[in-house]
């Protein structure tokens, strides 16, 4: 089952990457269209006497007159004329094109809404037959801005493979779980991942490790509450940093540090929604979704309503692509966590699922939950996986030990049991903490 994954899921992504292709040339071919449209508003193939443009009828009626009669050297003239005037027209052309593409980046980037509807939408068409309609769920990326961070996009590019990366904040706090990240990291054979330092004996232990990293700026105002910042300060911190990312025109993976890495997780996303995440939930009900019915017995005839459920998505390990709702979660999320005192897991998932009602607009965000036996947490691993003769011994891509406040120890044990085949090594741990 795990296996199989990766056929379908390449043709589907050249699919999707063809389509997109091709929405983008029927757009700049409206485009097109438009300038053409505004400049010859009679069309192209009228006499040249009746064009709304001086030079180009002017040159054109002398033509017509003089045609039979006039000398060589009048006639160069005439042709040069008519060359100038093409000329100007052309220059007129460019810089109509030049404002529709500042036009369109402008869209793209969601300052103006209307064009932004346009890109996203395409042109509106019929419906189809029964059966083959599907909303859309891949948002457009945004338009790559370097200037948000210069020396950060430099870093990224030598970093990033397609565009993508796996990222981590770590303060050394976290110092011993980060080696065990990393060593997994590198021996799966990953190379595009960076470790964002917010402080700075971790940038030299990343610098001694060859660990790729970046060390913010210390003038870069948000900074100092990586150093002496609780843990759900130092999650505020990481949407806004996160936000370069994307503005930069990447997809990140974004990944805490109590994660073991056995495979390749870029071999196993899909990559058609603006978060693709893993589950804290711990079987096919609580992590993809289930309804719920709550029983209210004096109702009598309608004593059952339905309720939907679902497990929260990680915040500690998720994938996001580029997008526009992508980067509004993200300001979302920052927003609230610096204007009160919630836990970031919770506010990404309260921005990410409920829905506009009276007063309130939704994120509308597309969302994807990553196979919970792939991308596994450590309840799935410590209360099914390990006792169960078949699923024991898939080996999953990730595992992250966000159940369990013995970090250090279960990340060991889970690295002796999957790559060392120490069989007995998840034995001594219990299914949750004492
Ligand atoms: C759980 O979901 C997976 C993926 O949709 C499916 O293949 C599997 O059969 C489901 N298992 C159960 C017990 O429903
Ligand atoms: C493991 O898989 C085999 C073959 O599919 C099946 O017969 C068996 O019942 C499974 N065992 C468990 C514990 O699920």
Known sequence: MLGRREGPLMRNNAHSLRKSRIITAIVIGILIGCVFAFLFPNGFFVPHTVTANRHISLAGSKTQEGSDECEPSDRANMLKSEFVAVSE???????????????????????????????????????????????????????????????????????????????????????????????????????????????????????????????????????????????????????????????????????????????????????????????????????????????????????????????VYNSGFFYIRPTVPSVELLDRVATRLSNEKAWDQAVFNEELFYPSYPGYDGLHAARRTMDFYQFMNSKVLFKTVRYDANLSKLKPVIIHVNYHPDKLPRMKAIVEYYVNGKHDALKPFPEGSD
């Open 89 to 311: 027209k052309n220059a007129e052309l460019k810089k109509q094109v030049r404002e529709l593409t500042e036009r369109l980046r402008l869209a793209e980037q969601g300052k103006d809404q209307a064009q932004k509807q346009f890109l996203v939408l395409g042109k509106s068409q019929k419906a189809g037959p029964f059966g083959t309609v599907k909303g859309l769920r891949t948002t457009p990326t945004v338009v790559p801005d370097e200037s948000v961070n210069p020396r950060l996009a430099k870093i990224l590019e030598k970093v990033a493979v397609k565009q993508e990366l796996i990222v981590a904040l770590a303060n050394s706090k976290v110092k011993e779980m980060l080696e065990v990240w990393f060593t997994n990291i590198k021996r799966v054979g990953i190379s595009n991942y960076l470790v964002v330092a917010l402080d700075e004996e971790i940038a030299k232990y990343c610098e001694a490790n060859q660990v790729p990293f970046y060390k913010r700026d210390p003038d870069e105002g948000i900074d100092t509450i990586g150093k002496v910042g609780g843990n759900h300060a130092v999650s505020g911190l990481k949407f806004r940093i996160l936000r370069e990312f994307l503005q930069l025109g990447y997809s990140v993976l974004l990944s805490d540090v109590d994660i073991v890495y056995l495979q390749n997780p870029f071999d196993h996303l899909y990559r058609d929604s603006d978060v693709e995440s893993m589950s804290d939930g711990h079987d096919n009900m609580t992590a993809y979704g289930y309804n719920d019915v709550f029983d209210e017995p004096a109702m009598g005839w309608a004593r059952f309503a339905h309720t939907m459920r679902i497990w």
